[in-house]
């Protein structure tokens, strides 16, 4: 399953359309990153050089000129080289990511001085991702200034330069019909990974033992790595939001927060379920987990087009609020504690973000400082929690040490939203049932 050339070219003439007369959008593929001495990371495309391209080697660079006489479609990359290969693997070369990718015409990335400038050369505004990567910052500036020491030849340099992130990032905001198929993909192989570590889960595991159920999923599935570091957290641990040590072990009557979700087709999941570690929810830990599931919900309906991106948040906080009131861990009003932000030191972050291609994917939540209405194709994640730092003596002891996020994947559709990862069990007797059996 993945993206059409077609749609990839869609995509270029899209952008091209919104880049305005005698213009050059200039965009590097990710560079290699180090890991240690001689190794590596493994290699990641950038998402944007992905999103325009399909092309997932490094040493790359995509340029789209509108309008010009040989091709709009320029990509420069590494040339053939048996000898590299037989070490890196294959490489696609220039005559490929003309007929595998669609380029109208390639060249190597080693002659970029030689031709790029001159493709520069006359246009009056350039965009790129300006100060993403300070090092490509200073190459563009060197073929800027290439062009502007021959200015007395009668050569026009460009005398505007415009950040391509806005145009391109409100156009992965909406996704396409094959993007949204892919994503619901990467929620149910994510999902199923949920329902598997909940089987295998039992007191006495340590954490990185339950994070291996879902690497070991994710694998299997045609996921080659995780969409984000997992966080595996028993007990108090659940308590820290962005725990990765995932190294202790798993304790008898406490609860196991798990956020997790694969990569598929370059697309994320992210999935948080929250559940005990021997199967059988203690009273305490039901009571804050309801408060917990009736804030998603809440949330959830306020999904849906025409409603602006800041409501489901302000439906989990008020339900969230009521919850703690109900239980003596906040007292107050509920309208006023909600006013005065009492709520925080134990729901601290915001109920959701857009994804997509990156797990926190762009796209603006404000237009004019006003939040942004969701319409049908935008995705984002709906996560709220309750988070009792173990060290929070203003309440009863019996609350200290537990934290609960639920979190799932929502596209906004014409006539509400539809959850990609409904799958992953959340209600309590479902959780209960699935561990029993």
Same mark, same amino acid.
């Given at each position: 399953m993945q993206v059409s050339k077609a749609e990839f070219n869609r995509r270029r003439k899209n952008l091209m359309a919104h880049m305005g007369d005698n213009s050059i959008a200039i965009l590097p593929a990710a560079p290699v990153r180090k890991r240690n001495r001689d190794v590596d990371f493994p290699y990641r495309q950038d998402s944007d050089f @992905?999103?325009?391209? *399909? @092309?997932k080697e490094p040493q790359a660079l995509l340029v789209l000129k509108p309008g010009r006489k040989h091709g709009e479609f320029v990509m420069f990359c590494r040339e053939r080289d048996p000898e590299r290969e037989l070490w890196d693997g294959y490489i696609a070369g220039p005559v490929r990511a003309c007929s595998d990718y669609g380029a109208d015409d390639a060249f190597p990335i080693s002659d970029i001085d030689e031709i790029?400038? %001159?493709?520069?050369? *006359? /246009? &009056?505004? =350039?965009?790129?991702? $300006? %100060?993403a990567n300070p090092d490509f910052d200073r190459q563009v500036m060197g073929w800027i200034n290439a062009i502007r020491s021959k200015s007395r030849s009668g050569v026009h340099p460009p005398n505007e330069f415009m950040v391509l992130d806005h145009i391109l990032h409100d156009m992965r905001l909406f996704k396409s019909k094959k993007e949204i198929q892919i994503m619901s993909k990467a929620g149910r192989i994510s999902a199923q990974a949920h329902i598997e570590a909940m089987?295998? /889960?039992?007191? *006495?595991? $340590? +954490?990185?033992?339950? +994070?291996? =159920?879902?690497?070991?999923h994710f694998t299997r599935n045609a996921c080659r790595s995780q969409a984000y570091p997992s966080i595996v957290g028993g007990g108090k641990n659940a308590c820290i939001l962005h725990y990765t040590d995932n190294d202790q072990p798993l304790k008898d009557k406490e609860l196991v927060l798990v956020d997790a979700g694969c990569e598929y087709g370059y697309y994320a999941g992210d999935i948080t379920r929250t559940f005990p570690v021997n199967g059988k929810f203690t009273e305490d830990q039901k009571a804050l987990y309801q408060i917990v599931l009736d804030a998603q919900s809440a949330a959830i309906k306020q999904v849906k087009p025409g409603n602006h991106w800041n409501l489901p948040h302000e439906a989990a906080v008020m339900t969230i609020t009521r919850g703690l009131v109900k239980l003596g861990l906040l007292k107050g009003k509920v309208n006023q504690l909600v006013k005065s932000g009492a709520y925080k030191p134990f729901y601290m972050h915001r109920t959701g973000h857009w994804i997509g291609l990156d797990v926190h994917d762009? %796209? &603006?939540?404000k237009i004019a400082d006003q939040w942004?209405?969701?319409?049908? *194709? $935008? =995705?984002l994640t709906v996560e709220p929690g309750i988070y009792v730092s173990p060290g929070e003596k203003s309440v009863d002891a019996r609350w200290r040490g537990i934290g609960i996020r639920i979190e799932d994947d929502v596209l906004v559709t014409k006539e509400g939203c539809e959850v990609l990862t409904s799958k992953a069990p959340k209600k309590i007797a479902d959780i209960e049932a699935l561990m029993a059996s």
């Open positions: @992905f999103y325009l391209t *399909g @092309f790029l400038p %001159g493709l520069i050369e *006359g /246009c &009056d505004k =350039v965009l790129y991702s $300006m %100060g089987r295998a /889960c039992k007191p *006495g595991m $340590m +954490e990185y033992q339950l +994070e291996a =159920v879902y690497i070991n762009v %796209g &603006d939540y942004r209405l969701l319409e049908p *194709g $935008m =995705v």
